[in-house]
C-alpha cells in the first residue's frame, strides 16, 4: 500500500520581460511618483523582477513550468491525474486556470482546480495533492503556482507596485513508498483581511469596488515574522523533527527582512536559507516552487534533503509544509 507523496520533478517559468529597479523607477517617475533602487534593495532585497506582455495569462506561465516539471520528473502528460494551481490572479472569473492548464497541456478527464490562498496557496495545494495522493484519489499530480501579479498592481502606489512580480513554479508530486512529505501546518485568520487584499468585484457586468492590491505593509511584516516561527515549530512537531533536522528553509519570497527574521527565529544559519526575491520580488503562489526549482537547478537542494517550505499572505493566511526531497 502507498502511504506517502513524494516530489520527483521540479520546473519554473519566468515571463522574458526583467524590470531592474532602476527601469521601474524612471517609469514611476513619470508618473510623477518617487523611488530608488536603493530604498527598494534596503527595504526589502528585491533588484528586479520580471513582468507579462499583454494576453499572457497565469495558465500560460503554469504550461511552461509544468513542461519543464514533467520533463525533469521522466513523465508526460498523459500520466497526470490531478491538477491543483494555485493562483490569486487567475485567467478567469471561472473555469479555474487548472482547467485552462489541463486542456493547454493537451489531456482531459482528470480533476483540475484551483486553491486560492494568495501567497500561501502553494503550501495549501502542496497538502490537499499529499493528501490527496495518500489516499489513493491520485498518482500523479501537478501542483503549481502562478501569478501575473502586475495586473492587480497600483503603479501609484509605491508602496506596493515595487514589490511584486510575475512568474510560475511546478511540482510534479507522486505516490511513493518511501516518505516524501512528511508533514504540513496550515492556518488562516480571516479577521485580518483588510490589511492584504484586492477588494474589487464583479457584478453586473461592472466591477465594484478597487481591483488592485492594498497592502499595510508594516502590519503584514509583524504578523508574517510571528506565523512563520509558529508554523515551523508546529510542523517540526508534527514530523517528530528539530531545527537541525532542517538542511533548506525556502520561504515565501517577499522580503529578504521577514526570510532572515525567521531564520534567526529558528536558529538557523542565513546560507541554509534560499533566496530568490532579489531575482523574481514577490510573485505570490507562485514564489516557492520557484525558489525551490531554482535551488534544485542550481544543485543546492538536492535528493534526500530536508526542506521547509514556508508560505505567509492574504487572508491572513500562512502554513508549512516539511519534505525529504
Ligand atoms: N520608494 C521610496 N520610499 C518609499 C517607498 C518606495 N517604493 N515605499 C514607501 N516609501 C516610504 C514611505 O512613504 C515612508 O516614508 P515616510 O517615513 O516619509 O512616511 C518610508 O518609505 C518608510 O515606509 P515603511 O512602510 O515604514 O517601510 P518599511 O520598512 O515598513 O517597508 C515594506 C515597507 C517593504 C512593504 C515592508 O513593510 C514589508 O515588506 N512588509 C511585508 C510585505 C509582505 O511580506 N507581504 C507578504 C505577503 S504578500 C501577499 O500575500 C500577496
Redesign the pocket.
Known sequence: MTLYSRITGTGSYLPPRRVSNDELAQELAGRGI???NE??VE??GIHARHFVADGVNSSDLALEACRHALEAAGRSAAEVDLIIVATSTPDMVFPSSAAILQHKLGIAGCPAFDVQA??SGFVYALTVADAMVRTGAAKCALVVGAEVFSRILDFND??TC??FGDGAGAVVLEASDTPGILASDLHADGSHVGI?CVPGHVSGGQVLGTPLLH?D??A??KL?VRVLEEAARATLAKAGKTEADIDWLIP?Q??IR?MHGTAKKLKLGLDKVIVTVHEHG?T?AASIPLALDSAVRDGKVRTGDTVMLEG???GFTWGAVLLNL
Open positions: 518617487e523611488t530608488s530604498w527598494i527595504r526589502t494568495v501567497c509605491r508602496t515595487v514589490l492584504l497592502m505593509g508594516q503584514v511584516f508574517a515565501h517577499a522580503n521577514i514577490n505570490s505567509v499572505g492574504g
